[in-house]
């Protein structure tokens, strides 16, 4: 639905509003966390006593938005040189801990993913930096 949208103008991001193929919308997160469970964190969770709020409330859109619409995360200093073949996958951040900043699942409503939201929440502890992110994964997929 991105005819609702005006066409935007990147002015203070040029080499963004010379690529046609990337458009830049507003995150409305309540939205995004509506029907899942991080819509309860959300609205009870005060970003101004986070000591890492940026890096928690990426991590839940993360997990949010390949849950409902599937698809592939990478962090912006991953580059595919390839089109990726794989199906359902992450990577290792090291030998011990699974990665949150590139993985992928092809379908939407991947088990994996509710489990990780619903750790999110029962885990959650803030001011630990990877606890909803890489620490999280490493978590869920240990048990799965």
């Not at 709020?53 to 409902?68: I, N, S």
Request: glycine share 6%; hydrophobic share 40%.
């Amino acid at each position: 639905h991105l005819s609702q949208y005006p066409e935007p103008t990147y002015r203070l991001i040029p080499l963004l509003s010379s690529m046609k193929n990337v458009v830049l919308l507003p995150l409305n997160a309540s939205e995004l966390f509506d029907d899942t469970s991080l819509k309860l964190w959300h609205q009870k969770i005060n970003p101004e006593k986070e000591k890492f709020w940026t890096h928690v409330f990426a991590d839940g859109c993360r997990l949010a938005l390949l849950w409902k619409y599937g698809g592939i995360y990478l962090d912006t200093d991953i580059i595919s040189m390839r089109p990726m073949p794989f199906a359902n996958f992450t990577c290792p951040q090291h030998a011990e801990i699974v990665s949150n900043g590139a993985i992928g699942f092809t379908h939407r409503h991947h088990p994996v993913l509710w489990n990780c939201m619903e750790d999110f929440v029962a885990n959650y502890i803030g001011h630990v930096w990877g606890q909803q992110g890489p620490r999280l994964l490493t978590r869920v997929l240990k048990r799965w």
